[in-house]
């Protein structure tokens, strides 16, 4: 006997094998029963989720030998014909190849005749939307008012492009997306019929990668069969399937984050060097950036995510990165990307400088906060702005405060235990600092220097970060990353160091004072006669008031 792939193998036989569409198997189960079954159905959902299955389960339940009935044997002649697509009652037309107005008359022709061996002709019409607009108009009657021994299924994946006119004729049933948890228990009890050894997390990520589609996965879970053996391994579905390794997915985004640019096209090169689409990575990326949204908007979401625990947190972790501007900012190039990859330019070009241009964008600063600091700033701009840089794109980046004024002398370095730290004496070495905690963690490396030494009391460094980086101070003030911090200060400094970080909120005081001796010109004209005598006699009209300087 030649070899039955799995998506046939385990078609379901009845409807309590069909998988999360409840509501449409329990609504036939009961027309059943209770002899409701209606003349015409309309079946439409995403592909693989079992539409023209249904069709053929209730074609059985119409004609088995024991029917109508809600469980059909499975063992009858009727039966096994429809099940084998033998059955001289049960019609299955591709409407993709018979779209003309002259096949549907002749449909409309074999609708006369009586069924041979069961007790109704039930004409399947697969993916309807593609019949013709005349084609539809012939149907109409027919639909209407078949004849008594005739029920009609249509199946389609657009519903949108079937004329009202043919929905109003018809029942309809939506069939859902599979969820990630009932494909995988699918997958589970298939590969455990088949004896198959198998990691959780190679199921999660077939039915990930099925999205939705119960028979997309059973013919992924077929193929990675014949990759692997009898045991698979997530390693195993990524090779077998050329998909791209969510380890990498992680690692990619964690040097946008650090802004490497380095690692970053190295990383873009070993998309290629290991034959992976293109397209595929930036659609896996784009999910990615997905999950990091839905996190930093709800960090207990990975159930709406369908992760597990440890994946959440993952996916937690790494969301702090970033605030949820900068993400949509991300997906906006991505979405970008994947758009130029589809006009054929070199794909090697677009992905290394998408790439490059996530590594260098910006933060987000809201308006709001920068307008504030323009209002209650009347110094001159920080260091922080008159150290910054022009980079690739021509934004503008920030770099730290503290200028390198080269290394020290070793010989010049006092004992860890009696060593008092000044401010030059940090901002000496302070390049040097950030190189070695760019080793440990890039992202904290990042995120510190955008923040400003403002003094240092007891050897306690007071560092502040703008107003826009209250994200900033939360991530660096974690109890995991400021043991990180003040240790390779101390590691560097040779010295008992310790560090705050707190954000710069003094713009909001200077913008309530403005506020408050804000004068109203009217205000002046109706206090001073002259003023108010000069105005009436110029017919003059008052477009501000200037200071008068010291």
Same mark, same amino acid.
């Given at each position: 006997?030649s070899?039955l ?5 385990y ?8 998988v ?13 029963k ?6 015409a159905y309309l079946?439409c ?6 539409k ?16 109508p009935?809600?469980?059909?044997c499975?063992v009858?002649?009727?039966?096994k014909?429809?099940t ?14 018979n ?10 022709e074999?609708v006369?005749y009586?069924?041979t ?7 399947i019409?697969?993916?309807v939307?593609?019949?013709s607009g ?6 109409l ?6 004849p008594e ?6 199946a389609?994946t657009?519903?949108?492009k079937?004329?009202?006119?043919i929905?109003s004729?018809t029942?309809r049933f939506?069939?859902r997306?599979?969820?990630?948890? /009932?494909?995988?228990n699918? +997958?589970?009890? #298939?590969?455990g019929?088949?004896k198959? %050894? *198998?990691? =959780? &997390?190679?199921?999660k ?5 099925a ?7 059973l013919s992924?879970?077929?193929q990675?069969?014949a990759?692997?053996?009898?045991r698979?391994?997530?390693? /195993?579905?990524v090779?077998a +399937?050329g998909? #791209?390794d969510?380890r990498?997915?992680? %690692? *990619?985004v =964690? &040097?946008?984050a650090a ?10 090169k ?13 659609g ?5 950036f997905?999950?990091l949204?839905?996190m ?8 709406l995510?369908?992760?597990t625990d440890?994946?959440?947190?993952e996916?937690?972790?790494?969301a ?8 949509l ?5 991505g979405?970008?990307?994947f758009d ?8 090697r070009?677009l ?9 260098e ?7 709001a906060?920068?307008?504030g600091?323009?209002?209650?700033s009347?110094?001159?701009?920080s ?8 980079d690739?794109?021509g934004?503008?980046r ?8 080269g290394?020290?002398?070793?010989a ?16 000496s070495?302070?390049?040097?600092f950030?190189a070695?905690l ?6 904290l490396?990042s995120q ?5 030494l403002r003094?240092?009391?007891?050897n ?11 994200a900033?101070r939360?991530?660096v003030?974690?109890?995991e ?6 240790q390779?200060?101390r590691?560097?400094?040779?010295a008992?160091l ?5 954000t ?7 913008t309530?004072?403005e506020?408050?001796?804000?004068v109203?010109?009217?205000e002046?004209?109706d ?15 008052i ?8």
């Amino acid at each position: 006997m030649s070899y039955l792939v799995f998506a046939r193998k385990y078609r379901p036989g009845n409807f309590d094998e069909v998988v999360a569409q409840e509501h449409v198997t329990r609504t036939l189960r009961n027309a059943l029963k209770n002899n409701r079954v209606a003349s015409a159905y309309l079946f439409c959902g995403p592909r693989g989720t079992g539409k023209t299955t249904v069709a053929r389960l209730l074609a059985k339940s119409l004609n088995c030998v024991e029917g109508p009935t809600e469980t059909p044997c499975g063992v009858c002649s009727t039966c096994k014909e429809i099940t084998s697509g033998a059955s001289l009652d049960v019609l299955e037309i591709d409407a993709a190849s018979n779209t003309g107005v002259d096949d549907i008359r002749t449909l409309r022709e074999n609708v006369r005749y009586l069924p041979t061996g069961g007790k109704k002709r039930i004409f399947i019409i697969d993916e309807v939307h593609r019949l013709s607009g005349s084609a539809f108009d012939a149907l109409l009657k027919t639909l209407e008012e078949p004849p008594e021994h005739v029920v009609f299924v249509l199946a389609t994946t657009e519903p949108i492009k079937v004329p009202d006119t043919i929905l109003s004729r018809t029942q309809r049933f939506d069939f859902r997306r599979v969820s990630v948890d /009932d494909l995988t228990n699918h +997958l589970r009890n #298939v590969a455990g019929q088949e004896k198959l %050894e *198998f990691e =959780e &997390a190679a199921l999660k990520l077939l039915a990930r990668k099925a999205d939705g589609s119960v028979r997309d996965s059973l013919s992924l879970l077929d193929q990675v069969a014949a990759f692997a053996g009898d045991r698979i391994t997530e390693k /195993d579905v990524v090779n077998a +399937l050329g998909l #791209v390794d969510r380890r990498f997915l992680f %690692e *990619f985004v =964690e &040097a946008v984050a650090a802004t490497d640019r380095q690692r970053v096209l190295r990383l873009t090169k070993s998309v290629f060097d290991g034959g992976v689409d293109t397209s595929d990575f930036v659609g896996e990326l784009l999910e990615h950036f997905r999950h990091l949204i839905v996190m930093k908007s709800n960090p207990e979401a990975g159930q709406l995510l369908e992760l597990t625990d440890e994946e959440a947190g993952e996916y937690r972790k790494q969301a702090d990165f970033f605030e949820i501007g900068d993400l949509l900012r991300l997906v906006k190039i991505g979405t970008d990307l994947f758009d130029d990859l589809r006009r054929g330019i070199d794909h090697r070009l677009l992905l290394e400088t998408a790439g490059v241009k996530m590594a260098e964008m910006e933060s987000t600063v809201l308006l709001a906060d920068v307008l504030g600091y323009l209002r209650g700033s009347g110094t001159a701009p920080s260091a922080a702005n008159n150290n910054s840089e022009r980079d690739l794109f021509g934004s503008q980046r920030r770099t730290s405060s503290l200028s390198a004024a080269g290394p020290q002398s070793e010989a010049a370095t006092p004992p860890a235990s009696s060593r008092s730290i000044n401010i030059p004496t940090i901002q000496s070495g302070w390049e040097n600092f950030l190189a070695v905690l760019k080793k440990s963690s890039p992202m904290l490396a990042s995120q510190i220097s955008m923040a400003e030494l403002r003094a240092i009391k007891d050897n306690r460094l007071q560092m502040f970060f703008p107003a826009s980086g209250e994200a900033s101070r939360q991530l660096v003030t974690k109890p995991e990353h400021l043991k990180l911090v003040e240790q390779t200060l101390r590691d560097c400094y040779k010295a008992n160091l310790s560090a705050s970080f707190e954000t710069d909120s003094q713009k909001q005081d200077s913008t309530e004072d403005e506020a408050k001796t804000k004068v109203d010109p009217r205000e002046l004209v109706d206090r001073s006669p002259r003023l108010k005598s000069l105005m009436e006699r110029v017919d003059g009209q008052i477009i501000g008031i200037k200071k008068a300087e010291d």
